[in-house]
């Protein structure tokens, strides 16, 4: 007795009405799983819960590190006009003031929610 060891891939294609229902199977499961999250994503949205005083300490860091942003700005700004180049410290703490001013306002959003 010989055994022989079957191929692969199958050399006969797979019926079509086993594709077919194959692809309904997971279709079904894709829509459940879609409706399951859906079902679960008010959850997720709600506001978080935060001490009385987070949201206007938040807001206030927010504001601070706008207002930093812009002093830092006008700085620069009065450099160049003065015929003055910024070296490149000064852009780059420039940038960071920025980069601070974004993270503080989405931390805010966040903690105060929408």
Known sequence: MTFTRPS???TRPLP???VTAG???LLALVTAGTAVLLA???AARATPVTAAGACD???AAAERA???YQALK???DRVTADGGHPDASQRQALVDAEAETVSTAS???RVCGP
């Open 107 to 109: 931390q805010a959003q």
């Open 57 to 59: 300490k938040a807001l």
């Open 74 to 76: 006008k700085d620069l």
């Open 23 to 25: 692809t309904a199977v």
């Open 16 to 18: 079509l009405a086993l």
């Open 40 to 42: 679960l994503a008010p």
């Open 8 to 10: 692969w891939p199958p």
């Open 66 to 68: 706008e207002r930093d």
